[in-house]
């Protein structure tokens, strides 16, 4: 298992390309080889559509790898967003060959071919503002507890393979003449709004670079939006500047946890919260309570507890 202290100049890459890759098996080992060589941790998701990556490591190694693979002509013009991290928000390397590099379970959906029109944080205040946009958080109902757009509508999807339904239950092309939707990075919008065109609608629009490219553009004072961007790694949470926020995750279940849900009575720092604590086990709570000490102990010694994390 690779160690990263946390005084190390630790930088986060993420990025994305919707882009044919016939070779993406061997391809995926190629890019494991390498990133393990430049001890980098995080995700790399590999499909014949595309890549889809958050990695982590030394930022001298990981602009180096970054380097590497940008010398595939497929990724060539690729420009991922960097950010620095304190410490390192990934417990391993994982590089997973899927069907999909975001799973809409729309099979022919063409991202590479047609999207929407892209905006940035300028024009997406606007659009914030016209009465006649429909603006949809294209994120699930947990990451929109967190923090979203004022006026947002909010799917209340469990998961971004329900969208087609929430779409085909709730929009008509013929009513909802202008979308405009958002996500944490991009991905998701560039996968919905080339299946919501595909379905008819005409003008779909998608902010560019998602809520992170906003919070990374805008302040506090002049941005729109309103709490935190939930994120898939230890970060948890940023806000504007992408510092992070002050959520947490409850380990029971999982949920991101506002400093309310923490205060409330249900909450166990480590074991429970408002969401979980009524169906919780005493075997389950147990356990839980075990390695809650355990990480406690862990980091005291200075060191991690990583127990059955999956993955």
Same mark, same amino acid.
């Given at each position: 298992?690779? &160690?990263?202290?946390?005084?190390?100049?630790?930088?986060?890459?993420? $990025?994305?390309? %919707?882009?044919?890759? !016939?070779?993406?098996?061997?391809?995926?080992?190629?890019? #494991?080889?390498?990133?393990?060589?430049?001890?980098?941790?995080?995700? /790399?998701?590999?499909?014949?559509?595309?890549?889809?990556?958050?990695?982590?490591?030394?930022?001298?190694?990981?602009?180096?790898?970054?380097?590497?693979?940008?010398?595939?002509?497929?990724? =060539?013009?690729?420009?991922?967003?960097?950010?620095?991290?304190?410490?390192?928000? %990934?417990?391993?390397?994982?590089?997973?060959?899927?069907?999909?590099?975001?799973?809409?379970?729309?099979?022919?959906? =063409?991202?590479?071919?047609?999207?929407?029109? #892209?905006?940035?944080?300028?024009?997406?205040?606007?659009?914030?503002?016209?009465?006649? @946009?429909?603006? /949809?958080?294209?994120?699930?109902?947990?990451?929109?507890?967190?923090?979203? $757009?004022?006026?947002?509508? +909010?799917?209340?999807?469990?998961? $971004?393979? &329900? %969208?087609?339904?929430?779409?085909?239950?709730?929009?008509?092309?013929?009513?909802?003449?202008? @979308?405009?939707?958002?996500?944490?990075?991009?991905?998701?919008?560039?996968?919905?709004?080339?299946?919501?065109?595909?379905?008819? $609608?005409?003008?779909?629009? &998608?902010?560019?670079?998602?809520?992170?490219?906003?919070?990374? &553009?805008?302040? =506090?004072?002049? *941005?729109?939006?309103?709490? *935190?961007?939930?994120?898939?790694?230890?970060?948890?949470?940023?806000?504007?500047?992408?510092?992070?926020? +002050?959520?947490?995750?409850?380990?029971?279940?999982?949920?991101?946890?506002?400093?309310?849900?923490?205060? !409330?009575?249900?909450?166990?720092?480590?074991?429970?919260?408002?969401?979980?604590?009524?169906?919780?086990?005493?075997?389950?709570?147990?356990?839980?309570?075990?390695? #809650?000490?355990?990480?406690?102990? !862990?980091?005291?010694?200075?060191?991690?507890?990583?127990?059955?994390?999956?993955?």
């Amino acid at each position: 298992m690779m &160690q990263h202290t946390d005084s190390q100049d630790i930088e986060v890459a993420t $990025f994305y390309r %919707f882009v044919a890759l !016939a070779d993406y098996a061997a391809l995926a080992a190629k890019l #494991h080889n390498s990133a393990s060589a430049n001890r980098l941790l995080g995700t /790399i998701v590999i499909a014949a559509e595309g890549i889809n990556a958050t990695l982590a490591g030394d930022s001298s190694a990981l602009r180096r790898w970054l380097a590497e693979l940008t010398r595939d002509e497929r990724f =060539a013009d690729l420009a991922p967003r960097l950010m620095k991290a304190p410490r390192m928000p %990934f417990y391993r390397l994982k590089v997973k060959l899927r069907d999909e590099i975001v799973t809409l379970g729309q099979p022919d959906v =063409a991202p590479h071919e047609r999207t929407g029109t #892209h905006v940035g944080p300028e024009q997406w205040d606007e659009l914030l503002e016209d009465p006649e @946009v429909l603006v /949809i958080d294209a994120r699930n109902r947990y990451e929109v507890a967190v923090g979203t $757009f004022a006026g947002a509508t +909010d799917p209340q999807t469990e998961s $971004f393979r &329900q %969208f087609p339904d929430y779409v085909n239950e709730n929009l008509d092309p013929a009513v909802h003449r202008k @979308v405009a939707m958002f996500c944490t990075g991009g991905i998701r919008c560039e996968k919905a709004s080339a299946w919501m065109l595909a379905r008819g $609608f005409t003008d779909v629009y &998608q902010l560019s670079g998602g809520v992170l490219a906003y919070l990374q &553009q805008k302040t =506090a004072e002049e *941005g729109r939006w309103r709490g *935190g961007c939930f994120l898939f790694d230890q970060r948890v949470a940023v806000g504007y500047g992408l510092e992070r926020s +002050d959520i947490e995750i409850c380990h029971g279940c999982r949920y991101p946890l506002t400093p309310s849900e923490r205060a !409330a009575p249900e909450y166990e720092a480590g074991v429970s919260c408002p969401h979980c604590a009524a169906e919780l086990s005493d075997k389950r709570r147990d356990a839980l309570r075990e390695r #809650h000490r355990q990480e406690h102990l !862990a980091r005291s010694r200075g060191t991690k507890h990583l127990g059955n994390r999956q993955g």
